[in-house]
């Protein structure tokens, strides 16, 4: 247990950092104020001050902030972050101090940059992760292994020593990444590209419905099986193979978050599925006594679920910035009054809270129905 609590204080410590550091540099390259640096929210555990900015730990382990000065929305945000107890926030409403170095007084293409360094960066981490375990550990191709007599894989004629390049028309590049794709479409005909002995063939098989049991739900669900078993070690890959597999993995995994939140959206994924802390805490230890490699990769798919999810329109969020920064652009200029963009932050807050509690809550329901 302790083990497992302090892998995940080291993931979300390591994930946060990395985002919150993606913006403190981008908002000091083009000379914003800067006067905190946090990881964590709510009241300051622990901190220095180097220079203008204190850096501190915060109690509560669910996120992290860099309080720019002249931010319209910071006497509330303000409030999750800690208060604004160094004199920065603004009072509700009015506008920022008028230095130079506010965020608002800054060029359109300054904050955009500022705004989507965190996700950038989250990104990068990504990638850095993925090709650092095709360097250290080696790849493992999706090439087939076993193919079960009768099966869906069988009938359509797939074979041992088939290497798998394209599953439902997305490229694959590992097991993982073709056992998801096949799960998706049970009892509904999926196109498999193979490469055999350097010749490209393309098959169709109908994967058959199997209940699973979910750990994440605490429900069975129905997945797609065509009868092959898939796996072959590719060798440890170069500098350069390495940062290609990290790049396509990243790839893959923003699609597949992509397409969970679009199955929310019509009701193919079930919103029990949604996680908090709880949940990757438990992925973590579990990862983290698989070996290294094993937890570098789960904190590389969910620095890529931070980054995605921070994408999101929503105010409070980086995607909410976006979103404010493009109305911007579309009226010429003519930014959100102050106390426009303060109510839209004040309802992104309350949806971004309720969130959380009904993560946590799917956790909490997932270890007690355990």
Do not use: C
């Not at 964590?40 to 992290?64: D, H, N």
């Not at 750990?215 to 170069?238: K, M, P, Y």
């Amino acid at each position: 247990m302790i083990i497992t609590i302090l892998v995940t204080v080291v993931v979300l410590g390591v994930l946060i950092f990395v985002h919150e550091l993606g913006h403190f540099a981008a908002a000091k390259s083009v000379g914003i104020e800067v006067p905190r640096f946090s990881i964590g929210l709510g009241p300051k555990m622990a901190g220095f001050r180097r220079g203008e900015t204190e850096y501190v730990l915060s109690w509560i382990p669910l996120g992290g902030y860099v309080k720019m000065a002249g931010m319209a929305d910071e006497e509330i945000t303000g409030k999750l972050e800690g208060g604004a107890d160094d004199g920065v926030a603004a009072e509700p409403g009015r506008p920022s101090s008028g230095s130079p170095r506010d965020f608002d007084a800054k060029p359109f293409w300054a904050r955009v940059m500022v705004i989507s360094a965190g996700v950038i960066m989250n990104w990068l981490f990504a990638v850095v992760a993925f090709a650092a375990i095709a360097m250290g550990q080696g790849v493992f191709e999706p090439r087939i292994a076993e193919v079960a007599p009768g099966s869906p894989a069988a009938e359509a004629g797939l074979r041992v020593d088939d290497l798998i390049t394209r599953v439902d028309g997305g490229a694959v590049h590992d097991p993982t990444q073709v056992t998801m794709r096949i799960e998706r479409r049970a009892g509904e005909p999926v196109d498999i590209v193979v490469d055999r002995d350097g010749e490209e063939l393309a098959f169709v098989a109908t994967p058959d419905a199997v209940e699973q049991f979910s750990d994440f739900t605490g429900e069975s669900r129905t997945v797609g099986r065509v009868g092959i078993r898939i796996g072959a070690d590719g060798g440890r890959q170069g500098p350069v193979s390495a940062l290609g597999h990290g790049w396509s993995n990243a790839t893959y995994w923003g699609g597949a978050v992509l397409q969970f939140l679009g199955d929310l959206i019509t009701g193919r994924s079930s919103a029990r599925e949604i996680g908090g802390p709880i949940m990757i805490g438990e992925i973590s230890g579990r990862a983290a006594r698989a070996g290294f490699w094993q937890l570098l990769g789960f904190m590389a798919v969910i620095s890529i679920n931070l980054a995605i999810f921070n994408l999101l329109p929503i105010p409070v969020l980086d995607g909410g910035h976006l979103l404010f920064l493009g109305i911007e652009g579309l009226r010429g200029g003519r930014p959100l009054s102050v106390q426009q963009r303060v109510r839209f932050t004040t309802v992104g807050m309350l949806f971004v809270l309720a969130l959380m509690v009904w993560a946590v809550g799917n956790d909490v329901l997932r270890v007690i129905l355990r």
